[in-house]
């Protein structure tokens, strides 16, 4: 059912996110567009629309994962037409290819598109020309259409949709459900004029540049057009619903494919065209005598291998069951012996179904063939945790650490595998490598609930409450979060800084908590009294 609710999800949540029913024009600089909404409120809106469809099971959070596509996003972005625009990119865990780009600087891209891709740099040109959506403020002129209709609204009617649908047997949910999809079918219908054709043309021209200037091909963003047309070709007796999501609001024509790939000969013919890139003469040298340019960090050549890794670990954690993923690598096989990056993804399917002996003797030539892999390295200390061999897995952790002590990755494996072995030792542990990351990290579900575990273990009730309660607002239950901050002010050992906090986020979550009960939306977790603090957000 999930599945099924989602386009009618992101229909009514992205009637104002996504680029709607605009005019034929390219906007002009004089546009209202953002007077309508200030970039705090963007930014609250795009982190509700992330809430409510992790809230809905649709996110695929994993440190790995996470990692990776922060990456290449953050680099796309640093070369952006708005560098200094904050963007949150995530995974949904559907594997239609599809990808999209709301207010505040939020994009999503589905995990059957990076399975659609060959190449890291066609995933990125996805992302350079969602990234030129917002850049070029499609979304905003979007919202603008659509001012009629608030956040809260759009929220609450998300929140209905939801529990109509998961409630399941009553009349009178199936009849609230079906009024909220005649609501969601009005706007659906706006999505025929979704992108015109000169917004399409200005992100695929701007997003080609933000590739060139990112280190990627600037022909890739044509390399993956062309790989969705071979698609659709090879199914072209099926129905429309089989033709992804991406092409119905992203139609693709062949005029399209080879203008981006005139654009990125023009690019790659005259690379010092970007004069953004290009340093200015140094005035403290004599006339005539300048340095030779340093190219700049964010255009140098991204790791090509670790896409593999990121693929086949998607496809595992995509799949409706891990005996699913590994059945797909069995018929691969059947085919052509694995590659690396599928024997990974092979190791990690049996690690999820619990098939730890398997896992590992799968990934010991891995090892010894690529010692410095992350994506190996990693899964390998957390099967070692598995299997009672913590000395080992501890001793890959702490190298791993030692190398790159700000990875989120690195840090939130190693505090969950120490987390698992539930002793006041490991949970100090855990609190010392998570600690030095929270303010980076603060928007993050599952480094906020390593953080609560970590400190639960370690005997810090008060710091391991609160974190909890970002876990439940970060997990699209505002409401929850309110009581669980609630209930911790009463404890009569919090200090000064303690109860700072905590009425800081009370101030912040109470007037949000208040807008969804107008709007007749309640946690029935805590209407029907089966809240208990601390339990639910596990």
Do not use: C
Request: net charge neutral; proline share 6%; no cysteine.
């Amino acid at each position: 059912m999930k599945r099924r609710l989602l386009p009618l999800a992101l229909a009514l949540l992205l009637t104002v996110g996504v680029a709607a029913a605009q005019d034929s024009r390219l906007p002009d600089m004089g546009s209202s567009a953002g007077t309508l909404l200030s970039p705090a409120q963007q930014d609250q809106y795009g982190a509700m629309v992330l809430a409510q469809l992790r809230h809905a099971g649709y996110v695929l959070d994993d440190p790995l994962l996470d990692d990776w596509l922060d990456d290449v996003g953050q680099r796309l972005g640093a070369a952006s037409a708005k560098p200094q625009q904050h963007y949150t990119f995530f995974l949904l865990k559907v594997r239609e290819i599809n990808a999209f780009a709301t207010l505040g600087g939020y994009v999503a891209v589905n995990a059957g598109l990076v399975l659609a891709a060959d190449t890291e740099d066609e995933v990125a040109g996805v992302l350079a020309h969602e990234i030129s959506h917002v850049t070029q403020e499609h979304v905003l002129r979007g919202a603008e259409k659509a001012q009629r209709e608030s956040i809260p609204i759009l929220l609450a009617t998300l929140g209905a949709i939801i529990a109509a649908q998961q409630s399941g047997g009553s009349t009178n949910r199936g009849d609230a459900t079906s009024a909220a999809i005649m609501t969601g079918l009005g706007m659906l219908q706006q999505r025929q004029i979704t992108y015109t054709r000169d917004n399409e043309a200005e992100a695929d021209r701007i997003g080609i540049r933000t590739l060139a200037r990112a280190g990627y091909r600037p022909e890739a963003m044509a390399d993956f057009f062309q790989t969705l047309q071979a698609w659709v070709q090879m199914n072209q007796g099926d129905v429309r619903g089989q033709v992804p999501d991406y092409l119905q609001t992203h139609p693709l024509t062949l005029t399209r494919i080879s203008e981006a790939r005139q654009r990125a000969a023009k690019l790659e013919s005259q690379p010092a065209s970007f004069t953004a890139l290009t340093p200015a003469p140094n005035p403290l040298l004599p006339p005539g005598l300048q340095l030779a340019p340093v190219p700049p960090a964010a255009a140098t050549r991204p790791d090509g291998v670790r896409f593999g890794y990121a693929r086949e670990r998607m496809r595992v954690l995509s799949a409706a069951t891990a005996m699913q993923a590994i059945r797909e690598y069995q018929q691969m096989q059947a085919t052509k012996p694995l590659d690396d990056a599928r024997r990974y993804g092979l190791a990690v399917a049996r690690q999820q179904a619990g098939q730890t002996p398997q896992a590992l003797q799968e990934l010991q030539p891995l090892l010894q063939a690529h010692p410095d892999n992350l994506w190996i390295q990693v899964t390998a200390a957390e099967l070692e945790s598995a299997s009672g061999r913590t000395a080992e897995a501890d001793r890959r952790f702490e190298t791993l650490l030692a190398r790159m002590p700000t990875r989120a990755a690195v840090a939130l494996s190693y505090a969950r595998v120490l987390a698992d072995r539930a002793t006041p030792a490991a949970g100090t542990r855990a609190v010392a490598v998570l600690r030095p990351l929270l303010a980076s990290n603060a928007d993050n579900p599952l480094f906020q609930q390593a953080y609560a575990r970590a400190n639960e273990i370690a005997g810090d009730p008060v710091r391991a409450g609160e974190a909890w309660a970002e876990v439940a607002w970060l997990g699209g239950r505002p409401e929850q979060a309110l009581v669980q901050l609630n209930n911790l002010k009463k404890r009569p050992d919090l200090d000064y800084y303690a109860r700072s906090r905590i009425d800081a986020r009370i101030a912040v979550l109470t007037p949000i908590v208040m807008e969804l009960r107008r709007q007749g939306i309640r946690d029935e977790e805590v209407t029907g009294g089966r809240l208990s603090f601390g339990v639910q957000a596990r």
